[in-house]
């Protein structure tokens, strides 16, 4: 049987989203690649890179050009019994790198049972039947939206943000603040399901409006952002200062003039990210990512519903009878990386302050591993593990071994690592950083 280790040339996906040119670090990781033909253009933009067996984008064979999903299916070995069993026989998970420029639409993904539901009646907007949690690390600053806000911050916004009150109505208004006031932190099942609710019932009256509401409104809060600055929106809530909030508006509104998405945003948690930070949004989640460099790992599936800050097709009843509703401050959104106990880092590797970072969300798809080489020498050795595993170079270079077969790494070379292999990165440069997803 042949080394499990393959080196995957990866496709880029160029939609209008993504940074531009040489800006895109997707579009850049994928032209390291030496047998890819893809080269980069100035002006166009590069959104995704695709690491996986997904049929929209699969990653190929450096060497064959064959399909990471036919090998994986010819030799069983590769993926383990017990895998291909469990998840079929394709990775579990599509591992990607996101070049953020402008905002994505506000979305959120279906779980296993309604993602079936949506592919059996609408196969062209939901090409597949599987649900999407997924998990999002910064590998450049970042800002986005996950989740909804602590209920007392809404209702501050509803108090303070004119527009955004009229634009509701102010009985749907009144509603929710009567309805959570003096429950807003409640811990009980009874009062959560009833704030739930009203905020379901707010945020529907919101994305149900009319596009000549929506355009009439956002008028006014865009010269609200632009005259209050720090008093804006009543000086901002406790997550967010007035002037902070301006800015997002007016950024916003440069790129989706008019758009509910500008109103969302009161709802919804803005969340910064520094390197190494991350984030993780169960299925039926809302979320929308606004700027910056990410790896993203999710199950495979390419489902999406949409409303708002897109073109593309919006499924609006969907996405408001769909979310949780679960809200919460962002310090509860981010996750916290603990060591990853099953690999051994070499005296060089340990004197440099050299780690390997877990990043271990709460399903069963999958995990990933950072781990940063911090010296020429530092080597990290990875245990044998049950499943498959994909890795992806993000700066520096160094060399990766499974048995007797060992590839010159660089910043954008892509690996797939069967099941039951052990694996070993070593650096030859000052900081060699790498995430494998499994």
Same mark, same amino acid.
């Given at each position: ?84 069993? =469990? %998840?079929?026989?394709?990775?579990? %998970? ?218 593309? %097709? ?55 591993? =950072? ?22 170079c993000t700066s520096g270079s160094g060399t990766i071994s499974v048995g007797p077969k060992t590839k010159p790494v660089k910043a954008g070379h892509v690996f797939f690592v ?13 900081? %060699? ?6």
């Amino acid at each position: 049987m042949q080394v499990p280790l393959i080196q995957l040339q990866c496709g880029v996906n160029s939609y209008d989203w993504g940074k531009v040119g040489q800006d895109s670090a997707a579009a850049k990781y994928a032209t390291a690649t030496e047998s890819n033909q893809f080269s980069i253009e100035s002006e166009k933009p590069y959104a995704e890179l695709w690491m996986g067996t997904h049929p929209s984008l699969p990653s190929k064979d450096v060497e064959t050009q064959r399909s990471l999903l036919d090998l994986v299916q010819d030799n069983k070995a590769l993926m383990s019994t017990q895998i291909s069993d =469990k %998840f079929g026989e394709k990775l579990p %998970f599509l591992f990607k790198v996101l070049s953020i420029r402008k905002a994505l639409s506000i979305q959120a993904h279906p779980n296993k049972k309604l993602a079936g539901e949506l592919h059996a009646k609408d196969p062209e907007h939901y090409p597949d039947d599987n649900h999407k949690p997924e998990m999002t690390i910064a590998i450049t600053p970042f800002d986005g939206f996950c989740g909804f806000r602590p209920l007392k911050e809404i209702s501050h916004f509803l108090s303070t943000v004119p527009s955004l009150r009229t634009l509701i109505g102010d009985e749907a208004a009144k509603e929710f603040e009567e309805s959570v006031k003096g429950r807003e932190t409640s811990s009980s099942a009874e009062d959560t399901q009833r704030n739930k609710k009203a905020l379901q019932s707010a945020f529907s009256a919101l994305m149900t409006k009319d596009q000549s509401a929506i355009a009439t409104s956002a008028k006014e809060l865009v010269a609200s952002a632009e005259k209050d600055g720090e008093k804006f929106a009543g000086g901002g809530g406790p997550s967010n200062g007035g002037k902070e909030l301006a800015d997002l508006v007016v950024r916003l509104n440069s790129q989706f003039a008019g758009d509910v998405g500008l109103f969302v945003l009161f709802f919804l948690n803005y969340v910064k990210l520094e390197v190494g930070e991350a984030m993780f949004l169960k299925a039926d989640d809302i979320h929308a990512y606004l700027s910056g460099d990410i790896i993203e790992c999710m199950a495979s599936s390419d489902n999406v519903v949409r409303a708002g800050f897109t073109p593309k %097709f919006q499924d609006i009843p969907t996405l408001t009878s769909m979310l949780t509703y679960s809200y919460a401050p962002i310090s509860e959104q981010k996750m916290k990386p603990v060591d990853y106990p099953y690999v051994t880092l070499n005296r060089t590797a340990y004197s440099s302050s050299s780690s390997a970072i877990l990043y271990d969300p709460p399903i069963e798809e999958f995990s990933v591993v =950072k781990t940063q080489l911090n010296s020429k020498e530092a080597k990290a050795t990875f245990e044998a593990i049950e499943g498959p595993s994909v890795i992806i170079c993000t700066s520096g270079s160094g060399t990766i071994s499974v048995g007797p077969k060992t590839k010159p790494v660089k910043a954008g070379h892509v690996f797939f690592v069967g099941a039951t292999a052990e694996c070993v990165l070593e650096s030859d440069s000052d900081s %060699f950083m790498t995430f494998k997803a499994f």
